[in-house]
C-alpha cells in the first residue's frame, strides 16, 4: 500500500483508497453467498461460539456478509471490534471485552447480545488493504490457542480469495445481468466504436424503487426473487444488441448501441410503464417499481464516465421527482 508503512492504519487520502479498493469489490448490500456463509458456519463450529461474522468495514458502518448466530445486517462501525481490528496487520484477540474497556459502548457488548470474547483477523487485499474481518465471538470470556488463531487466519485468507473469485466473474449470479467491471468494459469498447465510426449510443440508468423496504419487510430471498423478475421483464423489451449491467445493489444499466437520445427515452418509459405492478409470493402482494434515466454520449468523450455520471444524475432526479418515472439529460 502506498503512502504507509502500517498497512490497515488508515487516515486521508489512505482512507479513501481502502474505501475504494472495498468498493471495487461491488459486494456492500449484496444478499448472502454460499461461499461466505459457509466460512462462517464453519468457523462457529470449530471454534464452539454463538457469533461468527465476515464483516466489511464501509465509511461510517460494519456490514455483515455472511453471520452465523446473528440476526442483524450491520452495525455502526464507532467504537467497534472490526474497526479496531483493520488498523493493525495482527489478530486482535480480547479474552475479556470488559476488560479492555474500548468497546463498552458497542451494542454487540452493551445489548442483548453481550459479547466477552473476541477474536478477528483483517481482510487483507493482494495490495495491502484491511477492508474487513474474519472474526469469532462468545458470550463468556475465554482463552485461545495459538493453533486456533492460525486456523482463523487461514479462514481469513479464504474469504479473500473468496472476494477475488467474485471480482473476476463476468455475470452477476442472482440476476445473470453483467457484473459492473464487465459492463464497463463492454461499454468503453462501445465508446471506441461509437467514436470511430460516429455512431451515437445511449445509457439507461434504473433502480427498483423501495428495495431496502422490500429486503426488510420480506426478506431477502423475496427481494432477489423480486430482483430476477425486474430484470427477466427488462430483457423481454431489449434489443440483442442491447446488454445490462449490474451496478451494485437493486442498481442497473443498459448499454443501447447505435441510438439516438429520443429512443434511448422512449425505450426506458416502455420499460417503466411494464415494470411497474404488484409483486406477489405467498399470500401476501406488494406494489413494484422503478426509477429511470437517461443519457447519451457527446461525441469527443473518450470514456462511458462522463455519460454514465450524467445518466446517475437523471436517475437521481427520478428518484427525489417521487419515483416510478423518468427522466432525461
Keep these: 500500500m502506498s503512502g504507509t508503512n502500517q498497512p490497515g492504519i488508515y487516515a486521508g487520502t489512505e482512507e479513501r483508497a481502502r474505501l475504494e479498493t472495498l468498493g471495487s469489490y461491488e459486494i456492500l448490500d449484496t444478499s448472502p453467498e454460499q461461499s461466505f456463509d459457509r466460512i ?37 462501525r464507532i467504537h467497534s471490534f472490526c474497526n479496531e481490528t483493520i488498523k493493525g496487520n495482527a489478530p486482535l484477540i480480547l479474552r475479556d471485552v470488559l476488560r479492555d474497556g474500548r ?7 452493551s445489548g442483548d447480545t453481550h459479547v466477552r470474547f473476541y477474536a478477528g483477523i483483517p481482510l487483507t487485499t493482494p495490495d495491502g488493504f484491511n477492508i474487513g474481518t474474519l472474526s469469532v465471538m462468545d458470550r463468556e470470556p475465554r482463552d485461545i490457542l495459538p493453533s486456533q488463531t492460525e486456523l482463523l487466519e487461514d479462514l481469513a485468507r479464504t474469504t479473500v480469495d473468496a472476494l477475488e473469485l467474485r471480482q473476476l466473474a463476468s455475470t452477476d449470479s442472482l ?23 460516429g455512431n451515437p449510443l445511449s445509457f439507461i440508468m434504473f433502480d427498483l424503487d423501495n428495495g431496502r423496504e422490500i429486503n426488510e419487510r420480506h426478506g431477502h430471498p423475496v427481494g432477489d426473487a423480486v430482483l430476477r423478475a425486474l430484470i427477466k421483464t427488462t430483457l423481454t423489451q431489449l434489443r440483442t444488441t442491447d446488454y445490462l449491467g449490474r451496478l451494485g445493489g437493486q442498481h442497473f ?24 405492478g404488484t409483486f406477489t409470493t405467498g399470500e401476501t402482494t406488494f406494489p413494484v417499481s422503478a426509477s429511470f434515466g437517461v443519457s447519451t454520449w457527446r461525441g469527443g468523450e473518450i470514456s462511458s464516465e462522463p455519460a454514465l455520471a450524467r445518466a446517475e444524475q437523471a436517475l437521481h432526479a427520478a428518484k427525489q421527482g417521487g419515483r416510478n418515472q423518468v427522466v432525461s439529460i
Design 175 to 197: 440476476t445473470g445481468a453483467m457484473t459492473r467491471r464487465a459492463f464497463i468494459a463492454n461499454a468503453e469498447r462501445e465508446i471506441s466504436r461509437s467514436s470511430r465510426y
Design 253 to 276: 444499466v443498459i448499454c443501447l448501441p447505435e441510438t439516438f437520445h429520443e429512443n434511448a427515452a422512449l425505450v426506458a418509459e416502455r420499460l417503466c410503464s411494464t415494470v411497474a
Design 103 to 109: 468497546f463498552d459502548a458497542f451494542p454487540l457488548v
Design 40 to 76: 462462517t458456519r464453519l468457523a462457529r463450529a470449530v471454534f464452539d461460539v454463538p457469533l461468527a461474522l465476515v464483516t466489511l468495514v464501509d465509511s461510517d458502518r460494519l456490514w455483515f456478509k455472511a453471520r452465523a448466530g446473528l440476526n442483524i445486517a450491520g452495525l455502526p
